[in-house]
C-alpha cells in the first residue's frame, strides 16, 4: 500500500482545492453523518427529486466512516476549517478510510491465500496484481467514497472466517462470519451472494450437507445467527430515528429484465464492460479451469457462484450502474478472482514457458489499469455511455489534449415493464439543412405542452451533422431544457455534440443518442432540445430529430 501515496497525488491529490470524494452516491452513504453531527435537518432527498425525505443508501458505509469523521471533525475544529462536513479535513479523513479499509483487505486476502495452501510466491505476486491491476485502485484512491472497497474489505473478511470455521469450528470464527455478513448487508444488501461461497470450502456435496446438519443443532449457530440479526437490525433502526418509517426502497424505480439479462454488454461492452477496464480478471477467472481435475466441487461451485453472480448484475436494468469505470458492482468480489489468480498462477509454476508468458500479460494488464486509473480520474474515460470508437480514441492517452474531450451521450433507458412508446416526437426536416456559421443558436424541438407528469424522461436524438473545416463543431453542445409555463427554468442538461473530435474532414457525420433528464415534469410544462454553437463555427445540419419517452414512477 506504500506506492498508494503517489499514486493518490497523481490521480486525486494534485489539485486538493478540487477533491471530493463525497459527490454522486457517496453523499447518501455519508447522508447519515452529516445529519447526525452536521446539521440536524438534512433530509436525505432522493435523485428523482422526491419530497420525501428518505436516505437511498444504507448506513453501513456511515458505521464504518465514523471513527475516521470524529477525528476530522475534531481536527477541523482545531485548525478552523468549515464545520460543514465537506472541507478538507473530512475530505482526508474519507480517503484515509478507503485506505486503511484497502489494506486491511489485503491482510485478509494474505491469509485467506495461505489458508487455502499457496505458496508465498504466488501471493507475493496476486496481492499487488489485485490492487494495482483492476479497478480496486480506481475505487480506493479516487471515488473513496463509494462503498466498493469497503465491501471488497468486509467481503475478503467473511471468506476468511467461514473458511476458518468450517476447517477449525471454532466458535470465533462462525461469530466473526456473522459479524461481517451483517455488515455485508448493511452496506449493500445485494452481496448476500456471497453466502454461496461457503461451498469453496468443501470437497463434495456430502460434506456440505453433513456440515451443515451439524451446524443447525448447535448452540453456537444462533449465537451466530443473533449477531447477524442485531447487525442487521441496526438499519431499520436508523431509518426510524431519521425518517420515522421501519424500510425505504432505493430500488423502486428500477428492476430486473430476468429474460434479457445484458451478459455480453456487461462483460465485454465498451460501456463499462467488466473484462474491459478489468481484463486482469478475465485472467484470473481462467484459473478456475485448473481446479476441475483436482478439487472438482470447487470448480462446479465456483461456476455456480460466479454464473449467478453475472446473471444477476446483467439482468439488473441499470446493469452499468450509470457511472464508474468498469462495473463497479464487481470490485466487491475482487477476492474471489483472487482466489482463482492464485489458483492459476500455482498451476503454472510446474510450467515455467506458461507461467511467465502469463506473468508478463498479467503484467501488462496491470500498467494498463494504471492507465485506465489516470484516463478516470482525469476526465480522458467517460464515467458513463463509453463506445468503441470513443475507447479507441483515448486508448493509453494521458496527454492532457485528451481530457474532457469526449461527448455524445449514450444513457441507458429506465427500466419499464412493459414496452414503452414515444410520448412527443419532433422533426426539424422543414428547416433542414441549417448552416450554424456565425449563429450561436438556431434550430430548436420545442414542446409548449408536454401534457404528462413524471420524475424522468428519456429523449432518444438523432441528427447528422456536417463540418466546414475540421473541428469546426468540437464545442457545440446539445442541450435540454425544461421550463414551467411561466417560462422558469425547472431542469437542464447539455453534452457534446461529437463523440471524439474528428479526425477528417468533412464528411457527414450521423449520430443517435440516448439522454435520460431528471426533474418534475408537469402538465403544461415546456421541453425544449436545441443545439448551441458558442464559438459561432460553420458547421451544417442535416438531419435532427427527437422522440420522448415518459417514465411516471
Request: aromatic share 18%; glycine share 4%.
Given at each position: 500500500?506504500?506506492?498508494?501515496?503517489?499514486?493518490?497525488?497523481?490521480?486525486?491529490?494534485?489539485?486538493?482545492?478540487?477533491?471530493?470524494?463525497?459527490?454522486?452516491?457517496?453523499?447518501?452513504?455519508?447522508?447519515?453523518?452529516?445529519?447526525?453531527?452536521?446539521?440536524?435537518?438534512?433530509?436525505?432527498?432522493?435523485?428523482?427529486?422526491?419530497?420525501?425525505?428518505?436516505?437511498?443508501?444504507?448506513?453501513?458505509?456511515?458505521?464504518?466512516?465514523?471513527?475516521?469523521?470524529?477525528?476530522?471533525?475534531?481536527?477541523?475544529?482545531?485548525?478552523?476549517?468549515?464545520?460543514?462536513?465537506?472541507?478538507?479535513?473530512?475530505?482526508?479523513?474519507?480517503?484515509?478510510?478507503?485506505?486503511?479499509?484497502?489494506?486491511?483487505?489485503?491482510?485478509?486476502?494474505?491469509?485467506?491465500?495461505?489458508?487455502?495452501?499457496?505458496?508465498?510466491?504466488?501471493?507475493?505476486?496476486?496481492?499487488?496484481?489485485?490492487?494495482?491491476?483492476?479497478?480496486?485502485?480506481?475505487?480506493?484512491?479516487?471515488?473513496?467514497?463509494?462503498?466498493?472497497?469497503?465491501?471488497?474489505?468486509?467481503?475478503?473478511?467473511?471468506?476468511?472466517?467461514?473458511?476458518?470455521?468450517?476447517?477449525?469450528?471454532?466458535?470465533?470464527?462462525?461469530?466473526?462470519?456473522?459479524?461481517?455478513?451483517?455488515?455485508?448487508?448493511?452496506?449493500?444488501?445485494?452481496?448476500?451472494?456471497?453466502?454461496?461461497?461457503?461451498?469453496?470450502?468443501?470437497?463434495?456435496?456430502?460434506?456440505?450437507?453433513?456440515?451443515?446438519?451439524?451446524?443447525?443443532?448447535?448452540?453456537?449457530?444462533?449465537?451466530?445467527?443473533?449477531?447477524?440479526?442485531?447487525?442487521?437490525?441496526?438499519?431499520?433502526l436508523v431509518w426510524l430515528w431519521k425518517e420515522q418509517v421501519l424500510f425505504a426502497n432505493r430500488y423502486a424505480p428500477y428492476g430486473f429484465y430476468w429474460t434479457k439479462p445484458a451478459f455480453v454488454e456487461m462483460l465485454f461492452g465498451f460501456n463499462a464492460g467488466f473484462f474491459i477496464y478489468s481484463p486482469l480478471c478475465l485472467v484470473f477467472l481462467a484459473g478456475l479451469a485448473?481446479?476441475?481435475?483436482?478439487?472438482?466441487?470447487?470448480?462446479?461451485?465456483?461456476?455456480?457462484?460466479?454464473?449467478?453472480?453475472?446473471?444477476?448484475?446483467?439482468?439488473?436494468?441499470?446493469?452499468?450502474?450509470?457511472?464508474?469505470?468498469?462495473?463497479?458492482?464487481?470490485?466487491?468480489?475482487?477476492?474471489?478472482?483472487?482466489?482463482?489468480?492464485?489458483?492459476?498462477?500455482?498451476?503454472?509454476?510446474?510450467?515455467?514457458?506458461?507461467?511467465?508468458?502469463?506473468?508478463?500479460?498479467?503484467?501488462?494488464?496491470?500498467?494498463?489499469?494504471?492507465?485506465?486509473?489516470?484516463?478516470?480520474?482525469?476526465?480522458?474515460?467517460?464515467?458513463?455511455?463509453?463506445?468503441?470508437?470513443?475507447?479507441?480514441?483515448?486508448?493509453?492517452?494521458?496527454?492532457?489534449?485528451?481530457?474532457?474531450?469526449?461527448?455524445?451521450?449514450?444513457?441507458?433507458?429506465?427500466?419499464?415493464?412493459?414496452?414503452?412508446?414515444?410520448?412527443?416526437?419532433?422533426?426539424?426536416?422543414?428547416?433542414?439543412?441549417?448552416?450554424?456559421?456565425?449563429?450561436?443558436?438556431?434550430?430548436?424541438?420545442?414542446?409548449?405542452?408536454?401534457?404528462?407528469?413524471?420524475?424522468?424522461?428519456?429523449?432518444?436524438?438523432?441528427?447528422?451533422?456536417?463540418?466546414?473545416?475540421?473541428?469546426?463543431?468540437?464545442?457545440?453542445?446539445?442541450?435540454?431544457?425544461?421550463?414551467?409555463?411561466?417560462?422558469?427554468?425547472?431542469?437542464?442538461?447539455?453534452?457534446?455534440?461529437?463523440?471524439?473530435?474528428?479526425?477528417?474532414?468533412?464528411?457527414?457525420?450521423?449520430?443517435?443518442?440516448?439522454?435520460?433528464?431528471?426533474?418534475?415534469?408537469?402538465?403544461?410544462?415546456?421541453?425544449?432540445?436545441?443545439?448551441?454553437?458558442?464559438?459561432?463555427?460553420?458547421?451544417?445540419?442535416?438531419?435532427?430529430?427527437?422522440?420522448?419517452?415518459?417514465?411516471?414512477?
Amino acid at each position: 500500500m506504500l506506492c498508494s501515496l503517489p499514486l493518490a497525488w497523481l490521480y486525486t491529490w494534485h489539485d486538493a482545492h478540487t477533491v471530493n470524494l463525497l459527490d454522486g452516491d457517496a453523499r447518501y452513504y455519508y447522508y447519515y453523518l452529516q445529519s447526525t453531527f452536521i446539521d440536524p435537518s438534512l433530509a436525505g432527498n432522493d435523485w428523482l427529486n422526491s419530497a420525501t425525505p428518505l436516505s437511498h443508501h444504507p448506513a453501513g458505509l456511515a458505521i464504518l466512516w465514523l471513527p475516521f469523521f470524529l477525528v476530522a471533525h475534531v481536527a477541523a475544529l482545531l485548525f478552523h476549517y468549515p464545520l460543514t462536513g465537506l472541507s478538507l479535513p473530512y475530505q482526508v479523513a474519507i480517503a484515509s478510510a478507503a485506505l486503511c479499509y484497502g489494506m486491511l483487505a489485503l491482510v485478509y486476502l494474505r491469509r485467506l491465500l495461505q489458508q487455502s495452501s499457496v505458496r508465498d510466491s504466488v501471493i507475493a505476486l496476486i496481492l499487488p496484481l489485485t490492487y494495482l491491476g483492476t479497478t480496486l485502485l480506481h475505487y480506493t484512491l479516487h471515488e473513496s467514497g463509494m462503498s466498493h472497497v469497503y465491501s471488497f474489505f468486509l467481503i475478503t473478511a467473511f471468506l476468511f472466517h467461514s473458511k476458518s470455521y468450517v476447517s477449525s469450528r471454532t466458535p470465533r470464527h462462525l461469530y466473526l462470519s456473522a459479524f461481517f455478513f451483517g455488515l455485508i448487508l448493511l452496506v449493500r444488501l445485494n452481496n448476500v451472494f456471497v453466502i454461496f461461497t461457503l461451498l469453496f470450502w468443501f470437497s463434495d456435496f456430502q460434506q456440505f450437507r453433513q456440515f451443515f446438519q451439524n451446524l443447525w443443532r448447535s448452540r453456537t449457530f444462533y449465537k451466530a445467527i443473533a449477531v447477524l440479526a442485531a447487525i442487521v437490525a441496526i438499519q431499520p433502526l436508523v431509518w426510524l430515528w431519521k425518517e420515522q418509517v421501519l424500510f425505504a426502497n432505493r430500488y423502486a424505480p428500477y428492476g430486473f429484465y430476468w429474460t434479457k439479462p445484458a451478459f455480453v454488454e456487461m462483460l465485454f461492452g465498451f460501456n463499462a464492460g467488466f473484462f474491459i477496464y478489468s481484463p486482469l480478471c478475465l485472467v484470473f477467472l481462467a484459473g478456475l479451469a485448473v481446479t476441475f481435475r483436482k478439487t472438482r466441487f470447487f470448480f462446479y461451485s465456483g461456476l455456480f457462484f460466479v454464473a449467478a453472480l453475472f446473471y444477476f448484475f446483467s439482468a439488473y436494468s441499470a446493469y452499468t450502474y450509470y457511472d464508474g469505470i468498469g462495473i463497479r458492482v464487481l470490485v466487491d468480489y475482487y477476492a474471489v478472482f483472487a482466489l482463482f489468480g492464485a489458483k492459476l498462477f500455482q498451476a503454472l509454476e510446474a510450467h515455467k514457458a506458461a507461467f511467465v508468458a502469463t506473468g508478463t500479460l498479467s503484467a501488462a494488464l496491470l500498467v494498463l489499469n494504471l492507465v485506465y486509473a489516470y484516463q478516470g480520474s482525469h476526465s480522458i474515460l467517460l464515467r458513463s455511455g463509453m463506445t468503441f470508437n470513443q475507447w479507441k480514441y483515448v486508448f493509453l492517452h494521458t496527454g492532457k489534449a485528451y481530457e474532457n474531450s469526449l461527448g455524445g451521450c449514450k444513457d441507458l433507458m429506465p427500466y419499464a415493464k412493459e414496452p414503452v412508446s414515444a410520448s412527443l416526437s419532433a422533426d426539424a426536416s422543414a428547416s433542414l439543412p441549417f448552416d450554424y456559421a456565425r449563429k450561436d443558436f438556431g434550430l430548436m424541438l420545442a414542446f409548449d405542452s408536454i401534457r404528462f407528469t413524471a420524475k424522468r424522461v428519456c429523449m432518444k436524438i438523432n441528427l447528422t451533422r456536417r463540418e466546414a473545416f475540421m473541428n469546426a463543431s468540437r464545442n457545440a453542445l446539445v442541450c435540454a431544457e425544461l421550463q414551467n409555463s411561466s417560462g422558469k427554468r425547472k431542469a437542464y442538461s447539455q453534452f457534446r455534440l461529437n463523440e471524439t473530435p474528428a479526425t477528417t474532414c468533412c464528411q457527414q457525420q450521423e449520430y443517435h443518442y440516448t439522454t435520460n433528464m431528471e426533474g418534475s415534469f408537469e402538465t403544461g410544462d415546456r421541453l425544449a432540445v436545441y443545439l448551441w454553437n458558442p464559438n459561432k463555427q460553420p458547421f451544417q445540419i442535416d438531419t435532427f430529430s427527437v422522440n420522448i419517452y415518459h417514465y411516471p414512477y
